[in-house]
């Protein structure tokens, strides 16, 4: 069993950065692909990016490209996405999820975190 605790959402600005993070419970941390998620009001949950398990490949929706960056530390069983240059279309709920492998994806997560707010306003 992985339990998952995001953190570091709020209001920000147009413009601004926020740093999600995403804590891991479990000691096979490293065996598992990561991703970042999010869903508005009334639109479906989407994928932003994801990481494997090792950090030596990412994936990134096209909306997250040249903005977002992921990155893990598999010694502290945590991964971050660093949120720049943010648009009022990214207001979300913002969610982890893992999955034992190389990749994940919505449908394929095993884990998944509470989610954490993120609002930029304009």
């Known amino acids: 069993q992985v339990q998952l605790v995001e953190s570091g959402g709020g209001l920000v600005q147009a413009g601004g950065s926020l740093r999600l993070s995403c804590a891991a419970s479990?000691?096979?941390?490293?065996?598992?692909?990561m991703g970042w998620f999010r869903q508005a009001p009334g639109k479906e949950r989407e994928f932003v990016v994801a990481?494997?398990?090792?950090?030596?490949?990412?994936y990134y929706s096209d909306s997250a490209k040249g903005r977002f960056t992921i990155s893990r530390d598999n010694a502290k069983n945590t991964v971050y996405l660093q949120m720049n240059s943010l648009k009022p279309e990214d207001t979300a709920v913002y969610y982890c999820?893992?999955?034992?492998?190389?990749?994940?994806?919505?449908?394929?997560?095993?884990?998944w975190g509470q989610g954490t707010q993120v609002t930029v306003s304009s």
């Open positions: 999820a893992a999955r034992s492998g190389s990749y994940v994806s919505a449908q394929s997560a095993d884990y």
């Open positions: 479990g000691r096979t941390f490293s065996g598992y692909a």
């Open positions: 990481i494997s398990g090792s950090g030596g490949r990412t």
